[in-house]
């Protein structure tokens, strides 16, 4: 019988040809992952196993302010730019992201750190890192860092602390007497109403509001504060009596109101008070 024997040019050109094919998919693999990357809103940094940063995204030039070409090769950018900590002290060295990420084995979530401008503004970053291993591999061949703008936030958390530190102040200093209620109790009062009721912060706070009012005009703010609730209306004035803990009785002029949250659930009441006694 005759064998029919293997062509090794044929066996070699169609090991060629499939090696080409996987080639071009890996390249094609490459080019769509490199797509997703460069589009992501996130700064992508990679680092290897020595911290030297080997790759990265266009938005982490975008984050950063450097090119790329700038970053590869170097120990990321807080060797390159001057930054700070959240608490704006010189960030060192050994508070890197990716050299706290080694010390401690584990990956970080949400580290904060600014980058100095030449203008002196602090842009602010935070920061995630995660280890880069091979399957079957316990160690590591390098890290990958993410990077987010939070700038905005930052300043919009502080401008909200700036007016939560004003409305402070006013509400303390006010003359009139000012009070959250919550349920019928007071769970904010300011030092004038204390005045007025003659009773000490502590002693008003959780205390009933009906407790407080003369045993005739106990109900009398009812019917208008259910409107409040219902919508129907913003707020509501009254003159209503009130027994101080001397035992004396004081008049009041109070204006109420209803502070809700952004999607319109009540939060709590909202009252004023001017001590009327003397005019009355």
């Given at each position: ?7 090794p040019?044929l ?120 280890f ?29 602390r ?11 200093l ?10 019928g ?29 003369h045993?005739?005009?106990?109900d ?5 504060r ?22 004396a ?30 005019r009355?």
């Amino acid at each position: 019988m005759t064998k029919t024997r293997r062509n090794p040019d044929l066996s070699a050109t169609a090991e060629r040809h499939a090696l080409e094919e996987a080639l071009e998919a890996l390249r094609e693999s490459e080019s769509r992952f490199r797509a997703v990357i460069d589009s992501a809103n996130e700064g992508i940094l990679v680092y290897d196993a020595a911290l030297i940063v080997t790759a990265g995204n266009a938005a982490a030039e975008r984050i950063i302010g450097l090119p790329l070409a700038e970053m590869i090769g170097k120990a990321g950018f807080t060797s390159l730019l001057p930054c700070v900590r959240e608490d704006g002290s010189p960030l060192a060295p050994e508070d890197r992201p990716t050299r706290i990420t080694v010390r401690s084995g584990k990956p970080l979530t949400g580290q904060v750190l600014g980058i100095v401008r030449e203008d002196k503004s602090i842009t602010w970053l935070e920061a995630n890192t995660g280890f880069l291993r091979r399957p079957g591999e316990s160690g590591f061949y390098g890290i990958v860092s993410t990077i987010s703008d939070i700038t905005s936030r930052r300043q919009a958390e502080q401008a909200l602390r700036d007016s939560e530190g004003r409305f402070r102040t006013t509400f303390q200093l006010a003359a009139s007497g000012i009070c959250e209620v919550v349920d019928g109790r007071f769970v904010r009062v300011n030092r004038s109403l204390c005045e007025i009721l003659g009773y000490t912060e502590r002693e008003l706070l959780g205390k009933g509001v009906k407790e407080l009012s003369h045993p005739d005009d106990r109900d009398v703010t009812d019917a208008e504060r259910a409107r409040i609730r219902a919508g129907e209306i913003a707020s509501a004035r009254f003159e209503k009596r009130y027994l101080r803990k001397d035992g004396a009785v004081i008049w009041c002029e109070i204006a109420i109101a209803l502070v809700r949250d952004v999607f319109g659930m009540p939060l709590y009441e909202v009252a004023i008070f001017d001590d009327i006694t003397e005019r009355k």
